[in-house]
């Protein structure tokens, strides 16, 4: 497979799978236990259908939408996900640029491979820092004030994540940070070459966020269910968030919301948005899709806080159905990291151009020159 001939997400995953060792595909293409909210999360797009209006004279459309107090190009962004290195010796810096060169935001995570204060320094592109409260109440307040510093747009506090979910795939392959060469992995290494001298001799795997803080940041293995389970603060609740978006100041989202009466609660402490995730299917398994919730969030809450329906994503009509249903906006993971996996910068570049013109061409064919235009006239459930 060759990048040029990925025209869709399903092919960059293809290409992922050829480019990258067996633990780290799996990593990133795995869920939890039977992963069944994982395919439910890109399933669910498939029990609605488009009602597209014609003869509308489309000599123009205008994708842009407003989240964060911010106009963004695209009404979608690339989620935070971690340990990019590990994917392309690019990593995170692949994301930067092609988000500044697309005006999309990108999220930071807090298990990141690339540092705030470098992202801050080669990328215009708006931010958005990822946070997790630590049991290390200083190192998440450190976090804050450093993402301050470096002038990032916007925080999400994940919340889906205090404790790991079981993701049985990266059991079966030994997956570890920084990867454990093993006799089971052993042969997956020296299957793919370009990555193993990549990964060998380019710029060195660290978790940069963190590294000053915690062991598991340095070079010392351990597994990524190691690093949440020793790091999660479990016992947090609304008031740390609360105090968290006090801290914070700016535009701030709580990630990993699916249930009406916590979108409530987002809204009562002053959140500006909210990203309806379930962890692309990687924590509990079993639990509602993003866009089996998002109806009635935003017959809850729309107008109240910004929505932002993350996960599952993989088309262009996904993202029209999620708007036309009253979401903002849309974010995703698996959307840029198999191209990310598959060729660095080039490959996230082609998947966000792929998906830009899917949706250019999708509104056309819907007769909406707008996102505003986009309303639940334009769906129905079968
Ligand atoms: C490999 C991988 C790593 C991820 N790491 C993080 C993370 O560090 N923090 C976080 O909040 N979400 C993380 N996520 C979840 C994403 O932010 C996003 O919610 C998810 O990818 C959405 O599902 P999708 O991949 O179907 O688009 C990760 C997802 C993947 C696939």
Not at 94 to 108: D, I, Q
Request: proline share 3%; glycine share 8%.
């Amino acid at each position: 497979m060759r990048l040029k001939d990925c025209h869709n997400i399903g092919d960059f995953r293809k290409l992922a799978r050829q480019r990258i060792p067996s633990p780290l595909f799996n990593y990133i293409d795995g869920g939890s236990d039977d992963e069944l909210t994982l395919r439910r999360s890109t399933q669910a797009f498939d029990d609605c259908d488009l009602i597209p209006n014609v003869l509308n004279e489309m000599n123009e459309v205008d994708l842009s939408t407003h989240i964060f107090g911010q106009k963004m190009k695209l009404p979608f962004f690339l989620s935070p996900t971690a340990m990019q290195r590990l994917f392309h010796h690019d990593g995170e810096r692949a994301l930067a640029k092609v988000a500044e060169r697309e005006g999309l935001m990108v999220g930071v995570s807090t298990i990141g491979t690339v540092s705030i204060e470098e992202l801050a320094k080669i990328t215009k592109a708006p931010k958005l820092f990822q946070l997790y409260i630590h049991k290390d109440k200083g190192l998440t307040y450190d976090l804050i004030n450093r993402v301050k510093e470096a002038n990032f747009s916007a925080i999400a506090l994940t919340v889906d994540t205090i404790v790991a979910g079981n993701r049985e795939r990266d059991l079966y392959t030994g997956m570890t940070t920084p990867p454990k060469l093993t006799l089971r992995s052993l042969l997956s290494f020296m299957t793919h070459p370009e990555w193993t001298l990549n990964y060998i001799f380019r710029k060195k795997f660290e978790l940069a966020q963190v590294k000053d803080y915690i062991k598991q940041g340095t070079d010392i293995t351990s597994s990524v269910v190691d690093y949440i389970n020793d790091q999660m603060e479990p016992s947090v609740s609304w008031k740390d968030a609360e105090d968290a978006i006090k801290r914070w100041g700016g535009p701030f989202a709580i990630k990993g919301i699916v249930s009406v009466a916590d979108a409530k609660k987002a809204v009562d402490i002053g959140a500006t948005a909210i990203m309806i995730s379930n962890h692309g299917g990687r924590q509990l398994d079993g639990s509602i899709s993003p866009f089996d919730a998002l109806k009635d969030i935003v017959d809850a809450v729309g107008g109240k806080i910004e929505i932002i329906l993350d996960g599952g994503i993989r088309r262009g009509t996904h993202i029209i159905k999620a708007l036309s249903l009253g979401a903002n906006a849309c974010s995703g993971g698996r959307m840029y990291l198999y191209a990310l996996a598959g060729a660095g910068e080039k490959g996230v570049q082609r998947a966000v151009t792929k998906l830009r013109e899917e949706l250019i061409r999708d509104m056309m064919l819907m007769g909406c020159k707008s996102i505003k235009d986009l309303s639940r006239k334009n769906i129905k459930f079968r």
